[in-house]
Protein backbone atom coordinates (compact mmCIF):
# COMPACT_ATOMS: atom_id res chain seq x y z
CA UNK A 1 0.00 0.00 0.00
CA UNK A 2 1.59 3.39 -0.97
CA UNK A 3 2.18 6.23 1.53
CA UNK A 4 -0.98 8.48 1.67
CA UNK A 5 0.06 12.56 2.07
CA UNK A 6 -2.33 15.38 2.45
CA UNK A 7 -0.68 19.12 1.34
CA UNK A 8 -2.22 22.10 3.08
CA UNK A 9 -1.62 25.05 1.38
CA UNK A 10 -3.70 27.88 0.54
CA UNK A 11 -1.17 28.68 -2.26
CA UNK A 12 -2.99 27.13 -5.11
CA UNK A 13 0.08 26.91 -7.38
CA UNK A 14 2.63 26.00 -4.66
CA UNK A 15 0.26 23.28 -3.76
CA UNK A 16 0.10 21.79 -6.66
CA UNK A 17 3.54 21.62 -7.78
CA UNK A 18 4.31 20.00 -4.36
CA UNK A 19 1.72 17.16 -4.99
CA UNK A 20 3.56 16.53 -8.13
CA UNK A 21 6.93 16.51 -7.10
CA UNK A 22 5.92 13.71 -4.48
CA UNK A 23 3.48 12.04 -6.75
CA UNK A 24 6.61 11.27 -8.87
CA UNK A 25 8.76 9.99 -5.93
CA UNK A 26 5.25 7.17 -5.70
CA UNK A 27 3.64 8.84 -2.91
CA UNK A 28 -0.53 9.42 -3.32
CA UNK A 29 -1.13 12.79 -2.67
CA UNK A 30 -4.25 14.96 -1.56
CA UNK A 31 -4.31 18.50 -1.77
CA UNK A 32 -6.34 20.34 0.74
CA UNK A 33 -6.27 24.73 -0.10
CA UNK A 34 -7.68 25.50 3.08
CA UNK A 35 -8.57 24.11 6.86
CA UNK A 36 -12.11 23.23 6.68
CA UNK A 37 -10.94 21.07 2.98
CA UNK A 38 -8.43 19.50 5.25
CA UNK A 39 -10.55 18.44 8.08
CA UNK A 40 -13.14 17.09 5.37
CA UNK A 41 -10.44 14.68 4.43
CA UNK A 42 -8.94 13.77 7.39
CA UNK A 43 -12.47 12.25 8.26
CA UNK A 44 -12.60 10.79 4.88
CA UNK A 45 -9.46 8.15 5.68
CA UNK A 46 -6.31 7.92 7.08
CA UNK A 47 -2.91 10.05 6.09
CA UNK A 48 0.35 8.76 6.81
CA UNK A 49 1.65 12.60 6.41
CA UNK A 50 -0.22 15.89 6.83
CA UNK A 51 2.29 18.40 5.45
CA UNK A 52 0.53 21.95 6.47
CA UNK A 53 1.50 25.14 6.02
CA UNK A 54 0.97 27.25 9.31
CA UNK A 55 -0.89 30.18 7.89
CA UNK A 56 -4.10 29.06 6.59
CA UNK A 57 -7.19 31.59 5.50
CA UNK A 58 -9.81 30.20 7.92
CA UNK A 59 -7.51 28.27 10.42
CA UNK A 60 -3.89 27.63 11.00
CA UNK A 61 -1.28 24.67 11.50
CA UNK A 62 -1.91 23.95 15.20
CA UNK A 63 -5.84 23.72 14.61
CA UNK A 64 -4.80 21.21 11.95
CA UNK A 65 -2.60 19.57 14.02
CA UNK A 66 -4.69 19.06 16.90
CA UNK A 67 -7.55 17.59 14.72
CA UNK A 68 -4.50 14.99 13.51
CA UNK A 69 -4.30 13.88 16.97
CA UNK A 70 -7.64 13.38 17.68
CA UNK A 71 -8.41 11.39 14.44
CA UNK A 72 -4.79 9.53 14.74
CA UNK A 73 -1.86 9.18 16.87
CA UNK A 74 -0.12 7.76 14.39
CA UNK A 75 0.29 10.08 11.20
CA UNK A 76 2.88 12.67 11.61
CA UNK A 77 2.38 16.24 10.77
CA UNK A 78 5.24 18.61 9.03
CA UNK A 79 4.71 22.23 9.52
CA UNK A 80 5.93 24.34 6.54
CA UNK A 81 6.90 28.27 7.95
CA UNK A 82 8.05 31.61 7.20
CA UNK A 83 10.78 32.44 9.23
CA UNK A 84 8.51 34.56 11.22
CA UNK A 85 6.58 31.40 12.16
CA UNK A 86 9.42 29.66 13.66
CA UNK A 87 8.28 30.46 17.29
CA UNK A 88 4.78 28.81 17.01
CA UNK A 89 6.25 26.09 14.61
CA UNK A 90 8.85 24.88 17.75
CA UNK A 91 5.72 25.03 19.92
CA UNK A 92 3.86 22.73 17.41
CA UNK A 93 6.48 20.60 17.96
CA UNK A 94 5.92 20.33 21.51
CA UNK A 95 2.41 19.35 20.86
CA UNK A 96 3.04 16.56 19.03
CA UNK A 97 4.30 17.58 15.43
CA UNK A 98 7.34 15.83 13.66
CA UNK A 99 9.00 18.51 12.44
CA UNK A 100 8.76 21.82 10.42
CA UNK A 101 10.86 22.95 7.29
CA UNK A 102 11.37 26.62 6.18
CA UNK A 103 9.45 28.70 3.21
CA UNK A 104 10.78 28.82 0.23
CA UNK A 105 10.72 24.76 0.48
CA UNK A 106 13.95 22.69 -0.58
CA UNK A 107 12.79 19.38 -2.35
CA UNK A 108 15.78 17.59 -1.20
CA UNK A 109 14.97 19.13 2.28
CA UNK A 110 10.92 18.25 2.51
CA UNK A 111 11.61 14.62 0.66
CA UNK A 112 14.01 14.01 3.52
CA UNK A 113 11.79 15.00 5.95
CA UNK A 114 9.05 12.85 4.66
CA UNK A 115 11.51 9.90 5.10
CA UNK A 116 12.51 10.12 8.40
CA UNK A 117 8.66 10.74 9.96
CA UNK A 118 7.94 7.67 7.98
CA UNK A 119 10.87 5.85 9.63
CA UNK A 120 9.60 6.97 12.81
CA UNK A 121 6.35 5.65 12.05
CA UNK A 122 7.75 2.58 11.22
CA UNK A 123 10.03 2.42 14.36
CA UNK A 124 7.30 2.66 16.49
CA UNK A 125 5.52 -0.60 14.72
CA UNK A 126 2.51 1.36 13.69
CA UNK A 127 1.35 1.77 17.01
CA UNK A 128 -0.22 5.10 17.04
CA UNK A 129 0.06 4.73 20.92
CA UNK A 130 3.74 4.90 21.37
CA UNK A 131 4.20 8.84 20.25
CA UNK A 132 3.56 9.82 23.82
CA UNK A 133 3.93 7.03 25.56
CA UNK A 134 5.39 6.79 29.47
CA UNK A 135 6.94 3.49 29.76
CA UNK A 136 8.21 1.55 32.69
CA UNK A 137 10.24 -1.44 32.28
CA UNK A 138 9.61 -3.46 34.89
CA UNK A 139 5.53 -2.97 34.23
CA UNK A 140 3.59 -2.07 31.08
CA UNK A 141 2.98 1.55 31.46
CA UNK A 142 2.31 3.09 28.26
CA UNK A 143 -0.49 5.97 28.24
CA UNK A 144 -1.42 9.26 26.22
CA UNK A 145 -0.17 11.98 28.53
CA UNK A 146 -3.22 14.42 26.00
CA UNK A 147 -2.83 18.14 24.82
CA UNK A 148 -5.36 20.06 26.52
CA UNK A 149 -4.59 22.42 29.44
CA UNK A 150 -6.04 20.21 32.43
CA UNK A 151 -3.03 17.65 31.21
CA UNK A 152 -0.32 20.04 30.67
CA UNK A 153 -1.18 21.38 34.32
CA UNK A 154 -1.08 17.27 35.31
CA UNK A 155 2.45 16.66 33.52
CA UNK A 156 3.55 19.71 35.03
CA UNK A 157 3.04 19.05 38.66
CA UNK A 158 4.25 15.52 37.98
CA UNK A 159 7.41 16.18 36.52
CA UNK A 160 7.54 18.84 39.42
CA UNK A 161 7.48 16.75 42.13
CA UNK A 162 8.95 12.93 41.17
CA UNK A 163 12.21 13.50 41.11
CA UNK A 164 11.49 14.74 45.09
CA UNK A 165 10.73 12.54 48.53
CA UNK A 166 7.78 14.27 49.04
CA UNK A 167 4.73 12.36 50.45
CA UNK A 168 2.05 12.29 47.29
CA UNK A 169 -2.15 12.37 47.17
CA UNK A 170 -3.62 11.65 44.07
CA UNK A 171 -7.34 12.67 44.12
CA UNK A 172 -9.55 11.49 41.04
CA UNK A 173 -12.65 9.65 39.97
CA UNK A 174 -12.89 6.13 39.61
CA UNK A 175 -11.00 5.05 36.34
CA UNK A 176 -9.03 8.54 35.48
CA UNK A 177 -5.27 7.03 35.73
CA UNK A 178 -4.49 7.17 39.35
CA UNK A 179 -1.96 4.24 39.49
CA UNK A 180 -1.04 4.88 36.30
CA UNK A 181 0.11 8.75 37.55
CA UNK A 182 1.68 7.04 40.87
CA UNK A 183 3.71 4.55 38.26
CA UNK A 184 5.18 7.81 36.03
CA UNK A 185 6.13 9.46 39.01
CA UNK A 186 8.50 6.36 40.49
CA UNK A 187 9.91 6.01 37.11
CA UNK A 188 10.47 9.66 36.59
CA UNK A 189 11.97 9.36 40.26
CA UNK A 190 15.20 8.72 41.70
CA UNK A 191 14.01 5.51 42.91
CA UNK A 192 13.12 4.09 39.58
CA UNK A 193 15.09 0.78 39.47
CA UNK A 194 13.94 0.08 42.78
CA UNK A 195 10.01 -1.77 43.66
CA UNK A 196 7.12 -0.17 43.27
CA UNK A 197 4.77 -2.02 45.52
CA UNK A 198 0.99 -1.13 44.88
CA UNK A 199 -1.63 -1.78 47.52
CA UNK A 200 -5.08 -2.00 46.68
CA UNK A 201 -6.58 -0.48 50.76
CA UNK A 202 -10.42 -1.33 50.11
CA UNK A 203 -9.51 -5.08 49.84
CA UNK A 204 -7.69 -5.47 53.12
CA UNK A 205 -9.71 -6.68 56.14
CA UNK A 206 -8.34 -4.71 59.40
CA UNK A 207 -7.69 -7.98 61.08
CA UNK A 208 -4.75 -8.93 58.69
CA UNK A 209 -3.76 -4.98 58.17
CA UNK A 210 -0.87 -5.95 60.28
CA UNK A 211 0.28 -8.66 58.87
CA UNK A 212 -0.36 -7.04 55.19
CA UNK A 213 1.58 -4.07 55.44
CA UNK A 214 4.47 -4.88 58.10
CA UNK A 215 4.71 -9.05 57.78
CA UNK A 216 4.65 -11.82 60.34
CA UNK A 217 6.57 -14.37 61.94
CA UNK A 218 5.72 -18.40 61.05
CA UNK A 219 3.65 -19.55 64.31
CA UNK A 220 2.52 -16.06 65.14
CA UNK A 221 -0.48 -16.35 64.89
CA UNK A 222 -3.25 -19.43 63.62
CA UNK A 223 -2.68 -19.79 59.80
CA UNK A 224 0.81 -18.08 59.77
CA UNK A 225 1.86 -21.12 58.48
CA UNK A 226 5.11 -19.12 56.75
CA UNK A 227 7.27 -15.94 56.82
CA UNK A 228 6.01 -13.12 55.06
CA UNK A 229 7.11 -9.85 53.82
CA UNK A 230 4.98 -7.35 54.46
CA UNK A 231 4.41 -4.26 51.67
CA UNK A 232 6.44 -1.85 53.90
CA UNK A 233 9.27 -3.71 53.80
CA UNK A 234 8.88 -5.13 50.03
CA UNK A 235 8.79 -1.63 48.69
CA UNK A 236 12.23 -0.28 50.64
CA UNK A 237 14.16 1.75 48.73
CA UNK A 238 11.17 2.05 46.29
CA UNK A 239 7.55 3.13 46.19
CA UNK A 240 4.39 2.46 48.09
CA UNK A 241 1.54 2.99 46.85
CA UNK A 242 -1.58 3.34 48.59
CA UNK A 243 -4.81 3.18 46.40
CA UNK A 244 -8.00 4.12 47.94
CA UNK A 245 -6.39 5.11 50.77
CA UNK A 246 -9.97 6.83 52.38
CA UNK A 247 -10.94 3.05 52.82
CA UNK A 248 -8.29 2.39 55.92
CA UNK A 249 -10.37 1.77 58.67
CA UNK A 250 -9.00 3.98 62.00
CA UNK A 251 -7.37 1.94 63.75
CA UNK A 252 -5.06 0.69 60.72
CA UNK A 253 -4.10 4.21 60.11
CA UNK A 254 -2.65 4.63 63.56
CA UNK A 255 -0.29 1.91 62.89
CA UNK A 256 0.44 3.40 59.53
CA UNK A 257 0.58 6.78 60.85
CA UNK A 258 3.92 5.55 63.38
CA UNK A 259 5.32 3.70 60.17
CA UNK A 260 5.31 6.62 58.14
CA UNK A 261 6.68 8.83 61.15
CA UNK A 262 9.59 6.34 62.40
CA UNK A 263 10.17 4.64 58.83
CA UNK A 264 10.22 1.53 60.95
CA UNK A 265 8.32 -1.26 61.31
CA UNK A 266 8.21 -4.22 63.29
CA UNK A 267 6.14 -7.35 62.17
CA UNK A 268 3.61 -9.58 63.75
CA UNK A 269 5.41 -11.80 66.31
CA UNK A 270 8.71 -10.17 66.02
CA UNK A 271 10.81 -8.31 68.71
CA UNK A 272 12.91 -6.54 66.38
CA UNK A 273 12.42 -3.14 64.52
CA UNK A 274 13.58 -2.90 60.29
CA UNK A 275 14.21 0.10 59.27
CA UNK A 276 12.45 0.84 55.58
CA UNK A 277 13.39 3.62 53.00
CA UNK A 278 10.13 3.90 50.95
CA UNK A 279 8.50 7.28 49.39
CA UNK A 280 4.60 7.14 49.55
CA UNK A 281 1.88 7.83 46.81
CA UNK A 282 -1.41 7.89 47.82
CA UNK A 283 -5.10 7.84 45.89
CA UNK A 284 -8.21 8.28 46.74
CA UNK A 285 -11.59 9.17 45.20
CA UNK A 286 -13.12 10.53 48.20
CA UNK A 287 -12.94 14.40 49.45
CA UNK A 288 -10.03 13.08 52.29
CA UNK A 289 -10.33 16.81 53.91
CA UNK A 290 -14.22 16.18 54.48
CA UNK A 291 -13.67 12.88 55.90
CA UNK A 292 -11.18 14.28 58.25
CA UNK A 293 -13.83 17.12 59.65
CA UNK A 294 -16.27 14.22 59.67
CA UNK A 295 -13.60 12.10 62.10
CA UNK A 296 -13.68 9.34 59.46
CA UNK A 297 -9.36 9.96 58.58
CA UNK A 298 -6.79 11.09 60.65
CA UNK A 299 -5.93 14.44 60.33
CA UNK A 300 -2.12 13.73 60.74
CA UNK A 301 -2.28 11.15 58.31
CA UNK A 302 -3.76 13.27 55.72
CA UNK A 303 -0.98 15.83 56.42
CA UNK A 304 2.42 13.36 56.31
CA UNK A 305 0.03 12.35 52.89
CA UNK A 306 -0.58 15.28 51.64
CA UNK A 307 2.72 16.88 51.25
CA UNK A 308 1.71 17.37 47.52
CA UNK A 309 -1.61 17.18 45.56
CA UNK A 310 -2.05 16.04 42.07
CA UNK A 311 -6.09 16.61 40.94
CA UNK A 312 -6.78 14.61 38.32
CA UNK A 313 -9.71 16.26 35.80
CA UNK A 314 -11.97 13.44 34.62
CA UNK A 315 -11.78 12.33 31.10
CA UNK A 316 -15.10 14.72 30.04
CA UNK A 317 -13.00 17.53 31.27
CA UNK A 318 -10.28 17.03 28.45
CA UNK A 319 -12.31 17.52 25.19
CA UNK A 320 -8.96 17.35 23.37
CA UNK A 321 -7.87 14.53 24.73
CA UNK A 322 -10.53 12.08 23.87
CA UNK A 323 -9.93 11.39 20.45
CA UNK A 324 -6.02 11.01 21.51
CA UNK A 325 -6.97 8.98 24.51
CA UNK A 326 -9.82 6.76 22.08
CA UNK A 327 -6.84 5.95 19.78
CA UNK A 328 -4.56 4.84 21.96
CA UNK A 329 -6.80 2.18 23.04
CA UNK A 330 -7.98 1.05 20.18
CA UNK A 331 -4.06 0.16 19.17
CA UNK A 332 -3.92 -1.87 22.28
CA UNK A 333 -7.69 -3.32 21.86
CA UNK A 334 -5.86 -4.18 18.37
CA UNK A 335 -2.90 -5.92 19.60
CA UNK A 336 -4.26 -7.40 22.20
CA UNK A 337 -7.18 -8.97 19.99
CA UNK A 338 -5.09 -9.44 16.55
CA UNK A 339 -6.89 -7.22 14.84
CA UNK A 340 -6.40 -4.11 12.21
CA UNK A 341 -9.30 -2.14 13.00
CA UNK A 342 -8.04 1.19 11.47
CA UNK A 343 -10.17 4.39 12.48
CA UNK A 344 -13.50 5.45 13.51
CA UNK A 345 -16.68 6.49 12.15
CA UNK A 346 -16.86 10.21 12.53
CA UNK A 347 -20.70 9.69 14.29
CA UNK A 348 -18.91 7.63 16.73
CA UNK A 349 -16.44 10.45 17.18
CA UNK A 350 -18.89 12.81 17.47
CA UNK A 351 -20.78 10.39 20.38
CA UNK A 352 -17.51 10.21 22.05
CA UNK A 353 -16.97 13.98 22.45
CA UNK A 354 -20.35 14.83 23.70
CA UNK A 355 -20.52 11.64 25.78
CA UNK A 356 -19.79 12.43 29.74
CA UNK A 357 -17.68 9.36 30.74
CA UNK A 358 -18.74 8.61 33.76
CA UNK A 359 -16.34 5.57 33.64
CA UNK A 360 -13.41 7.68 32.45
CA UNK A 361 -10.85 6.23 31.36
CA UNK A 362 -11.72 2.72 32.50
CA UNK A 363 -14.95 2.87 30.49
CA UNK A 364 -13.40 3.78 27.64
CA UNK A 365 -10.77 1.11 26.97
CA UNK A 366 -13.36 -1.59 28.08
CA UNK A 367 -15.59 -0.32 25.34
CA UNK A 368 -13.43 0.17 22.61
CA UNK A 369 -11.80 -3.30 22.89
CA UNK A 370 -15.29 -4.54 23.14
CA UNK A 371 -16.07 -2.58 19.92
CA UNK A 372 -12.88 -3.65 18.05
CA UNK A 373 -13.73 -7.26 18.97
CA UNK A 374 -17.19 -6.59 17.32
CA UNK A 375 -15.96 -4.61 14.11
CA UNK A 376 -15.78 -6.26 11.05
CA UNK A 377 -14.59 -3.68 8.70
CA UNK A 378 -11.98 -0.87 8.97
CA UNK A 379 -14.10 1.92 11.17
CA UNK A 380 -15.51 1.16 14.34
CA UNK A 381 -19.33 2.42 14.04
CA UNK A 382 -22.07 3.24 15.60
CA UNK A 383 -23.97 -0.02 15.81
CA UNK A 384 -21.12 -2.08 17.62
CA UNK A 385 -21.20 0.87 20.79
CA UNK A 386 -23.75 -0.21 23.71
CA UNK A 387 -26.39 1.80 22.57
CA UNK A 388 -26.87 3.71 26.25
CA UNK A 389 -24.18 5.51 25.00
CA UNK A 390 -25.65 7.54 22.78
CA UNK A 391 -29.01 8.09 24.66
CA UNK A 392 -26.92 9.20 27.95
CA UNK A 393 -25.55 11.57 25.72
CA UNK A 394 -28.27 12.72 24.36
CA UNK A 395 -29.81 13.41 27.41
CA UNK A 396 -26.83 14.90 28.64
CA UNK A 397 -27.26 17.55 26.04
CA UNK A 398 -30.92 17.99 26.30
CA UNK A 399 -30.06 18.36 29.99
CA UNK A 400 -27.59 20.93 29.22
CA UNK A 401 -29.74 23.26 27.08
CA UNK A 402 -32.87 23.09 29.26
CA UNK A 403 -30.97 25.87 31.57
CA UNK A 404 -29.84 28.42 28.75
CA UNK A 405 -31.74 30.75 26.33
CA UNK A 406 -32.75 29.39 22.67
CA UNK A 407 -29.94 31.64 21.36
CA UNK A 408 -27.39 30.16 23.70
CA UNK A 409 -28.70 26.48 23.26
CA UNK A 410 -27.94 26.86 19.36
CA UNK A 411 -24.66 28.36 19.59
CA UNK A 412 -23.61 25.58 21.50
CA UNK A 413 -25.10 23.00 19.20
CA UNK A 414 -23.38 24.52 16.25
CA UNK A 415 -19.99 24.84 18.91
CA UNK A 416 -20.29 21.14 19.75
CA UNK A 417 -20.92 20.16 15.40
CA UNK A 418 -17.90 22.36 14.22
CA UNK A 419 -20.91 24.61 12.77
CA UNK A 420 -22.51 21.16 10.99
CA UNK A 421 -26.06 22.60 10.82
CA UNK A 422 -27.45 19.35 10.30
CA UNK A 423 -25.46 17.44 13.65
CA UNK A 424 -26.82 20.88 15.48
CA UNK A 425 -30.40 20.34 14.07
CA UNK A 426 -30.38 16.64 15.37
CA UNK A 427 -28.82 17.96 18.88
CA UNK A 428 -31.48 20.54 19.44
CA UNK A 429 -34.33 18.29 18.17
CA UNK A 430 -35.64 20.44 15.39
CA UNK A 431 -35.57 19.85 11.30
CA UNK A 432 -33.06 22.17 9.73
CA UNK A 433 -35.61 24.73 8.10
CA UNK A 434 -36.47 25.51 11.71
CA UNK A 435 -32.72 25.93 12.69
CA UNK A 436 -32.20 27.99 9.34
CA UNK A 437 -35.12 30.75 10.72
CA UNK A 438 -33.51 30.73 14.10
CA UNK A 439 -29.93 31.57 12.61
CA UNK A 440 -31.83 34.37 11.02
CA UNK A 441 -33.87 35.20 13.79
CA UNK A 442 -30.87 35.63 15.94
CA UNK A 443 -28.52 36.96 13.58
CA UNK A 444 -25.82 33.88 13.60
CA UNK A 445 -23.67 34.43 11.07
CA UNK A 446 -21.37 31.16 10.09
Known amino acids: MSVKILVV???????IMLKTFLQKRGYEVVNAFNGNDALQELNKGFFDIVLTDIRLPDSDGLEILKNVKQLSLKTQVILMTGYTDIKTAVNAMKMGAFDYVGKPINPDEILYTIQQALLKSENKNSSPSKASAVKSPS????FVKGISNDSAKLYDHINLVAPTNMSVLIIGDSGTGKEYIAQSIHMQSKRAD?????????????????????GHLKGSFTGAVTDKTGHFEAANGGTLFLDEVGNLSYEVQVQLLRALQERKIKPVGSNNEVQVDIRVVAATNEDLNEAVKRGDFREDLYHRLNEFCIRVPKLNERKEDIMMFANH??????DELEKDVERFDQNVIDLFLSYAWPGNLREMKNIIKRSVLLTRGAAITLDVLPPEMEQ??????QSDYSNISEEEAIRKALERTNNNKSKAAKLLDIDRKTLYNKLKLYNIDL
Do not use: H
Not at 139 to 142: A, I, T, V
Not at 329 to 334: E, H, K, P, R, V
Open 9 to 15: DDDTAFC
Open 139 to 142: SPLN
Open 194 to 214: KPFIAVDCGAIPKELASSEFF
Open 329 to 334: FLAQAN
Open 392 to 397: AANEDI
